[in-house]
């Protein structure tokens, strides 16, 4: 299938419902925050294989979890709180060390794998007020968590890792009450890097999506996004 190829300095992007059958939109261009920050509020996520182009995808539907109308499962909410104990925005590098430990596999080197620059610019995103982490501990050892990136009322999910069972379970529910609590109107669940099996997602069509991104961008240009 055909696919826009894009120029090292030239942040634009082509119109989302460009993208494939696959949802692929386009190859290349320079990954910087702009960039990224760009392809969000576009409705286009980047996913590639390092060492290669990157990527960049708008699939039909966008799989989401609507923080206002999710219901928070009572009984596994206890339990889980009960066995960890959750902070957020304690320590980013740590989740971000985390995610990198459960995803790049020697031999293994899918679009899963979170490099080092990537790793730069989640970080310089988070000392701009953009990226966000939940921790999730047991006793005082990391034992899970997420990260992604919020942007006035939307927040995209990147990366969720966990090593005891349950661990990214409870760092999803507790990032969708606090979205929930702050009034945000989306969680984009897109990558599989953020698929959560407890959590139930919904499809929403790319043309509801993008626009929904569009208008987000619009509204609070020039307001500085709540976490």
Known sequence: MPYFE???DDTNFPPAYFADIEGLLAVGGT???????????SGIFYWHYPLKHI???????????KPESFHIPKSRWEFLNKKFTVT??????QILRGCQKAYNID???????????????????????YAHSVEVWNG?????????????????????????????????LYLITKLKNKKYRLLDMQKQT???????????????????CKENAHKHKDVQTEF
């Not at 995808?57 to 979890?65: A, M, N, Q």
């Open 194 to 212: 953020f698929f959560s099996p407890g959590i139930d997602y919904d499809e929403m069509p790319r043309l509801e999506y993008v626009d929904i």
């Open 140 to 172: 005082g050892e990391l034992v899970g968590g997420l990260f992604g990136v919020a942007v006035g009322k939307l927040f995209f999910g990147e990366y969720l890792f966990s090593v005891d069972e349950g661990a990214d379970e409870l760092a999803a």
């Open 88 to 93: 957020v925005d304690t320590d980013f590098e």
């Open 107 to 129: 031999g293994q080197m899918d679009n899963r794998w979170l490099t080092e620059r990537m790793v730069r610019i989640f970080s310089e995103l988070n000392a701009m007020g």
């Open 55 to 65: 990527k960049w995808w708008s699939p039909d539907p966008r799989i989401v979890v």
């Open 6 to 8: 894009l120029k090292k």
């Open 31 to 41: 990954m910087s925050i702009e960039r990224l920050l760009l392809a969000y509020n």
